[in-house]
C-alpha cells in the first residue's frame, strides 16, 4: 500500500516464451488446519515481498486449535494478493487456489473467480475424505469444474517420494506437502525460493530431518512445475514502484507491538503491558515479551481487569502503561477505563476488534466496538480513540495513542481489528531518529513554590494536569474515583465543582483536536459530490473502490479518520461540502451514527458483518448508485 | 535502608478530616499506623497506600503520603502494576473483606500466589459497611442483615485459611483495639518481602456490632484469644489452662493442659514451608460468631517475589544497556528487508 496510486486496468500480455505478465494476482492456498496454510501463505508473501510487489494478505483460520481433520470447519487458508502497482486489499476474489483437501476445495471455491486456476492435491480425494466435505461425487470428475483450470496433482504422493531419503514416517513425510505446493507456485511465479530456504533451515535446525525433508519438497516441488508439461506458461509479476528505503514486510499486531516499544524509547518511559491472553489480541502480548532488553514488563494477569489495573497501577508509578484485548476484554476493563478517566492518567488500552457480540467470532474481522470505545463506560467519561488504517500503519497508531495519553494525561483506546492484526503488507522501516518525541514532564515541585501541591491544578493549552509519581519529596497527594475539587484534587460533592470537572474533562479530551491535523480528502478530480468517509481497515476497500468508480470515469472523494474522538476540527465543514456522504463499516452503522449526531448531516451507511474485509465490488456498485442519484 | 528522618505520627496524618462513624474499628487501625509508620524509616515520599471501595478504603486520604483510592476490589492488582515498576517504593493495600473477598476475590489470591512485594491490611468488620448494612463473605451462617431477612444461607471465608489456602508467605490476624499487637504484627508485615497479608478484627458500631466481642471483653478475652508467639507452645486461657496438640485425626485442637501435659502443646512456628499446620491453626476459629480465634503470626517464609523476578529478566535482558536506539532500528527493520533504490 505504497507508492504511486494506481488507476488503471489489470493488464494481461502473452509473451512468445511462455511466460505470461500480469499487473496482480490474488492466490488463495486452502488446506486442513493442520496443512500448514498459514505459514505457507507467509512464506510466499515474504518471497514476493523481497521481489518487489506490493503485498496485502488476508489469514482466515477457524477458531478451533484443531477442528476435526478434513470437515469444513477446520479449513484454514492464507489469501495474498500480489501487484507490480500500489494495492490496498488482499482482493474479493482469488484468480488462483490451491485446495490441499476436498473441504479447502469446497469451502473457497465459491470466492474463486470464474475461470481462475484449481491446484488440487488428489491425494486427499478419497470417498471418505469427500463425504466428510459434504461431496455426493468427486468434483475433479463429475465435470462440475469445467469453467476453471484444474491441476489435479497427487502433491502428497510426490512430496513423500522426494523426501524418502530422510528418516521419517509416511506420516511426516507428507507433512512436507505444503512446501511441495509452494515450490509449486513459487516456480508458477518466478519467485526464488532461497528465503524460504534459509527460514526452514533456522526454524528447523533442531531436527535435521525435518529441515531437510521440507527444504526436499520445496525443491521438488519448483523443479517439478519446471519440468512437467502441465503448466504451459509462467507467470511474472514485476516489482511495483515504490518510495525508495528499506522494507520489510508485517502484520498488524506486529507494528503495534512494534509500535509500543517504539513509544518506551522515544518516551524514555519503562513501558509496561498489562494483559489477558485473547483472540486475535494475544500476538501483541507475546510479541512485547521478547523485547525486555527495552525495558518492556509484561504481565499476564488472571483476568483483563487485573491486567488494565496492573497497567494503571505502572502509570501511576510513571511507566507508561498499556492493556492489550479485544472487545471482551474492553467490556471488562470499562470500570477501570473510567478510574483512569478520572485519575487522569496515561494509559493505553489496545481493543484488537473481532465479530461480536458476547464470544462471536474470535478469529473474524469486525469493526463493531467503536460505539463501545466511546460511551462503553459510566458517567460523562470521554476517552480519545485512535485507529491504524491498515496493518504497518498500526505502529504509526501506537505511537499516536501513546503521545496523546502522556500529552493530555489521559486514557486512550487504540481500535485495531482481526484483519489488521494478521494481514500484512510492505513496511518502509522507519529511522528511529526521526520518529516523534513524548513527552512525560514530570511535576518535580509544587506549582506556587511551597505552598500545598495541587494535583488537579491544568497546563493552560491542553488542560493536563501533573504527572506526579510517587518518590517525589513535597508532591504526596492521594488520588481517586471520588469527584475531585478542581485544583486541590480533594473529595468534593459540591455540585458547582462537580458541574465544571464534567466539563473540565470533556474540555480537554476535545482540545486533543488541536494537534492533530485537517482531515486528509483524497478528491483528485476536485469535483466530486459524494464523499466516502471511513474508519480502520476499511481504508484498503474504500481506497480500492474509490479508484475503481475513479477509473471508470465518476469523481468521487474519500476521507479516512485517524482520530474518532475528537474528530478533526475541521470535519463538519469537509462533510458539508458534498452532496452525499457514504459510510462504509463492518458494522451497523457506528461511525455514521456519531457523524450523523454530531454534525446533522444525512449521511448513508453501507453495512457488512461477514467477518470479512468489505467488499471491493459491493462497494464500486454502491458509490455509483449515490453517484448518480446526485445528478 | 533506615535514615533518620525524625518523622512523627503528625507527619503522616494529612488535612482531610476522617470520616468514620463514631466509635467506628478503623479510627484506631489508622493511629496505630500513623504511629507505627516513622518507626519504618522510610521517606513518606516513597510510601504508597492503594485501597479499593468500602469504609475501610477511605484509609489512604488520611495519611500524608501518596495514596489512590481506586474501585471495588481492584487495589491488589492496581498495586502489583506499581510494585513490579518502582522496586523503591513500600506499597500497602487497604482492602475490606468486601472488597478483598467477594468482587477482588481473584486479584487477592493472585497477588498471595505470586508472591508481588506489598501489604494487605484486610480489615475484616464481617459485614458490608459501606453500602449500609448487607451480609459479607466473612458473615457467619445465619447472620441476619438487610439482605438477608431470614438469615444467611452462605458458608463463610475465613480470610487467614484462604491467604494460607493461595499460599501466600506471610499471613497474620491482629485486633483493632490492641494497638500494641496490631504495631507488632504491621512491623513484621512490612519488613516481609513479598506479600503480607494481614486480617484486622475491626468493629462496624453501626451494622455489626460487637462481632469481635468475645476477643475484646474483659471477661471473655483471656479464653477467647489464642495468642501464636514464635517458638512458644501454644497457650491461652485464665492461668494458660487451655492448650493446643496435634489431632491425631489429622490438625489440631484445644484440650485443657492438665489433660495432655504441658510437654505435648504445639510449639508454635511460622517458617515451616508446609503450611498444613497453620492451616489446620486457621481452622480454630470456627466459621459461626466468633468465640475464639487464633490471633499473631500464621505464616513467615522465604519465596522468590514475582515483581523481583521479573526485574531481573529485565535485567537480564539487557534493559540498562546503552544504545537503545540502534537496537530499536535493528528490531525495526528484522531479518527479511528489501532495498528499493
Ligand atoms: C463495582 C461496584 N460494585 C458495588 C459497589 C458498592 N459497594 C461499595 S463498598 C461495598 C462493600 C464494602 O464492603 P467491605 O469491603 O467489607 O468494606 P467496609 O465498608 O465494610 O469497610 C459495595 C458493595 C461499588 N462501589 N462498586
Ligand atoms: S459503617 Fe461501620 S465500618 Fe463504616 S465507618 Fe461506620 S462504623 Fe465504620
Ligand atoms: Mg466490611
Keep these: 500500500m505504497v507508492g504511486a496510486p494506481y488507476s488503471g486496468e489489470v493488464t494481461t500480455t502473452e509473451s512468445s516464451s511462455g511466460v505470461e505478465e500480469l499487473a496482480s494476482v490474488v492466490i488463495r492456498f486452502a488446506g486442513d488446519s493442520g496443512d500448514g496454510m498459514q505459514l505457507t501463505g507467509d512464506r510466499f508473501t515474504q518471497e514476493s515481498a523481497v521481489f518487489g510487489n506490493d503485498i496485502a494478505t488476508l489469514p482466515n483460520f477457524p477458531a478451533e486449535i484443531r477442528a476435526p481433520q478434513g470437515t469444513l470447519p477446520g479449513v484454514s487458508s492464507f489469501q495474498l494478493h500480489l501487484a507490480d502497482h500500489d494495492i490496498l486489499t488482499p482482493g474479493d476474489t482469488p484468480d488462483v487456489l490451491v485446495a490441499m483437501n476436498p473441504a479447502a476445495l469446497k469451502v473457497n471455491l465459491g470466492d474463486l473467480r470464474r475461470g481462475g486456476t484449481i491446484i488440487v492435491d488428489t491425494h486427499d480425494f478419497t470417498d471418505r475424505n469427500l463425504s466428510k466435505a459434504g461431496y455426493a461425487s468427486n468434483p475433479l470428475e463429475d465435470g462440475s469444474l469445467d469453467d476453471y483450470v484444474v491441476h489435479a496433482i497427487d502433491l502428497t504422493g510426490m512430496t513423500v517420494a522426494s523426501v524418502e531419503e530422510f528418516d521419517l514416517g509416511r506420516k511426516d513425510a507428507a507433512r512436507s506437502k505444503n512446501m511441495f505446493a509452494l515450490g509449486l507456485v513459487s516456480w508458477m511465479y518466478g519467485r526464488e525460493t532461497d528465503t524460504t530456504a534459509a527460514f526452514i533451515s533456522a526454524r528447523f535446525a533442531a531436527a535435521p530431518d525435518v529441515r531437510d525433508a521440507n527444504i526436499a519438497a520445496l525443491t521438488a516441488g519448483y523443479n517439478f512445475g519446471e519440468t512437467t508439461e502441465a503448466f504451459g506458461v509462467r507467470y511474472e509479476i514485476g516489482p511495483a514502484p515504490m518510495r525508495t528505503g528499506t522494507y520489510r514486510s508485517i502484520t498488524g499486531n506486529l507494528a503495534l507491538a512494534y509500535g509500543i516499544v517504539a513509544s518506551g524509547v522515544t518516551s524514555g518511559l519503562p513501558v509496561f503491558l498489562g494483559s489477558y491472553p485473547i483472540t486475535p489480541a494475544s500476538d501483541i502480548l507475546h510479541e512485547l515479551s521478547k523485547h525486555k532488553r527495552f525495558g518492556v514488563t509484561t504481565f499476564q494477569a488472571e483476568d483483563e481487569i487485573a491486567g488494565i489495573g496492573a497497567a494503571l497501577g505502572a502509570s501511576f508509578g510513571g511507566a507508561l502503561g498499556f492493556t492489550t484485548t479485544s472487545g471482551p476484554g474492553v467490556s471488562l476493563k470499562s470500570e477501570t477505563i473510567g478510574l483512569a478517566v478520572m485519575l487522569e492518567l496515561p494509559l493505553v488500552v489496545v481493543c484488537v476488534q473481532r465479530g461480536g457480540p458476547s464470544t462471536g467470532l474470535p478469529t473474524k474481522t469486525e469493526q463493531a466496538d467503536l460505539l463501545q470505545a466511546m460511551f462503553g463506560r459510566n458517567g460523562e467519561a470521554p476517552v480519545p480513540i485512535v485507529a491504524p488504517q491498515s496493518p504497518a500503519d498500526c505502529f504509526d497508531a501506537a505511537l499516536e495513542a501513546a503521545r496523546i495519553a502522556v500529552t493530555y494525561r489521559t486514557p486512550v483506546i487504540l481500535l485495531s481489528d482481526g484483519y489488521l492484526a494478521n494481514g500484512s503488507e510492505p513496511w518502509l522501516v522507519p529511522d528511529v531518529e526521526a520518529l516523534p518525541a513524548i513527552e512525560p514532564r514530570f511535576a518535580t515541585a509544587p506549582q506556587n513554590g511551597d505552598g500545598p501541591f495541587q494535583p488537579y491544578a491544568r497546563d493552560a493549552a491542553t488542560l493536563a494536569r501533573p504527572w506526579a509519581v510517587p518518590g517525589v519529596a513535597g508532591l504526596e497527594h492521594r488520588i481517586g474515583g471520588l469527584e475531585k475539587a478542581d485544583g486541590s484534587g480533594d473529595i468534593s460533592y459540591d455540585p458547582d465543582n462537580h458541574d465544571l470537572m464534567v466539563r473540565l474533562r470533556q474540555e480537554k479530551v476535545d482540545r486533543v483536536a488541536q494537534d492533530v491535523g485537517p482531515t486528509f480528502v483524497d478528491d483528485p478530480d476536485g469535483d466530486a459530490r459524494v464523499l466516502v468517509i471511513g474508519w480502520g481497515s476499511s481504508f484498503g476497500p474504500i481506497g480500492a473502490a474509490c479508484r475503481a468508480v475513479r477509473a471508470s470515469g465518476i469523481s468521487v472523494a474519500q476521507a479516512h479518520l485517524r482520530h474518532l474522538n475528537p474528530f478533526p476540527a475541521d470535519l463538519g465543514d469537509v462533510l458539508q461540502r458534498y452532496d452525499r456522504v457514504l459510510v462504509p463499516e463492518m458494522n451497523l452503522g457506528q461511525l455514521r451514527m456519531l457523524l450523523r449526531a454530531k454534525y446533522l448531516v444525512d449521511a448513508v451507511g453501507h453495512n457488512r458483518m461477514r467477518g470479512l474485509p468489505l467488499h471491493v465490488d459491493e462497494l464500486v456498485e454502491v458509490i455509483t448508485t449515490l453517484e448518480k442519484e446526485t445528478r | ?341
Excluded at chain 2, 431477612?149 to 458458608?155: F, I, K, L, N, T
Excluded at chain 2, 478484627?201 to 455489626?208: K, M, S, V, Y
Excluded at chain 2, 466459621?287 to 487464633?294: C, D, N, Y
Aim: net charge negative; charged share 20%.
Design chain 2, 1 to 341: 535502608m533506615t535514615i533518620e528522618l525524625e518523622l512523627t505520627a503528625k507527619d503522616f496524618s494529612s488535612d482531610q478530616e476522617v470520616r468514620w462513624c463514631p466509635g467506628c474499628g478503623d479510627y484506631a487501625i489508622l493511629k496505630a499506623v500513623q504511629g507505627f509508620l516513622p518507626d519504618l524509616g522510610l521517606r513518606r515520599e516513597n510510601i504508597v497506600f492503594i485501597s479499593g471501595i468500602g469504609c475501610a478504603a477511605r484509609f489512604p486520604y488520611y495519611l500524608d503520603t501518596y495514596g489512590m483510592h481506586s474501585i471495588h476490589g481492584r487495589a491488589p492488582a492496581i498495586a502489583t502494576g506499581l510494585a513490579t515498576t518502582r522496586s523503591d517504593l513500600s506499597v500497602w493495600v487497604v482492602t475490606g473483606d468486601g472488597d478483598a473477598l467477594s468482587i477482588g476475590g481473584n486479584h487477592l489470591i493472585h497477588a498471595m500466589r505470586r508472591n508481588v512485594n506489598m501489604t494487605i491490611l484486610l480489615f475484616n468488620n464481617r459485614i458490608y459497611g459501606l453500602t449500609k448494612g448487607q451480609y459479607s463473605p466473612t458473615s457467619e451462617p445465619g447472620k441476619v442483615t438487610k439482605s438477608t431477612p431470614m438469615g444467611s444461607v452462605d458458608h463463610p471465608f475465613n480470610p487467614v485459611t484462604l491467604a494460607l489456602g493461595a499460599e501466600a508467605t506471610f499471613v497474620a490476624r491482629t485486633v483493632d483495639s490492641d494497638r500494641k499487637h496490631l504495631t507488632s504484627v504491621l512491623s513484621a508485615a512490612a519488613a516481609h518481602r513479598g506479600t503480607a497479608l494481614v486480617e484486622i478484627l475491626q468493629n462496624c458500631p453501626i451494622f455489626n456490632d460487637g462481632a469481635f466481642d468475645a476477643v475484646k471483653k474483659p471477661d471473655t478475652k483471656d479464653d477467647a484469644i489464642i495468642p501464636l508467639v514464635e517458638g512458644e507452645p501454644i497457650r491461652f486461657g485464665t492461668d494458660g489452662r487451655r492448650g493446643v496438640v496435634r489431632d491425631p485425626e489429622g490438625g489440631v485442637r484445644v484440650v485443657d493442659v492438665d489433660d495432655v501435659g504441658e510437654d505435648a502443646l504445639l510449639v508454635h512456628r511460622v517458617g515451616l514451608a508446609d503450611p498444613s499446620t497453620a492451616f489446620a491453626l486457621s481452622q480454630l476459629s470456627g466459621a459461626g460468631v466468633l468465640q475464639q480465634t487464633p490471633i499473631g503470626i500464621f505464616r513467615q517464609v522465604d519465596r522468590p517475589t514475582y515483581d523481583d523476578l521479573a526485574r531481573e529478566q529485565l535485567e537480564t535482558a539487557g534493559a540498562d544497556t546503552p544504545d537503545t536506539k540502534a537496537a530499536l532500528g535493528a528490531l525495526l527493520a528484522g531479518h527479511d528487508t528489501w532495498t528499493v533504490a
